[in-house]
């Protein structure tokens, strides 16, 4: 019923900059939280930001200072813009949102495929 796509990975150098971007699209009412999480190799996904629909953001410890996430409500969009990039910022980042697809719907958690982000010299 909703999906999300990813897009702006790719290959940087170290202290270079990225920008991720995700669209949402399908049967949506509304959508609550969105979020990137990323996955490293042999490595557990975890919580990279977050943004509530009132636009309200937390960071992983790891990325604050460095990682900005925004969005727009209007076009169901998320971005994550990454800047300062380090070689231990190397995973598949995936985009997460909240949706909720009838007034009366709990919010289902939904995940796009993943892009990867690679940061080296």
């Known amino acids: 019923q909703v999906q999300l796509v990813e897009s702006g990975g790719g290959l940087v150098q170290p202290g270079g900059s990225l920008r991720l971007s995700c669209a949402a699209s399908?049967?949506?009412?509304?959508?609550?939280?969105m979020a990137w999480y990323r996955q490293a190799p042999g490595k557990e996904r975890e919580l990279v930001a977050t943004v509530t629909s009132g636009g309200s953001t937390n960071y992983a410890d790891s990325v604050k200072g460095r990682f900005t996430i925004s969005r727009d409500s209007a076009k169901n969009t998320v971005h994550l813009q990454l800047n300062s990039l380090k070689p231990e910022d190397t995973a598949a980042y995936y985009c997460?949102?909240?949706?909720?697809?009838?007034?009366?719907?709990?919010?289902?958690?939904?995940w796009g495929q993943g892009t990867q982000v690679t940061v080296s010299s």
């Open positions: 997460n949102a909240a949706v909720r697809s009838t007034y009366w719907q709990n919010p289902i958690d939904y």
């Open positions: 399908g049967i949506i009412f509304r959508i609550n939280s």
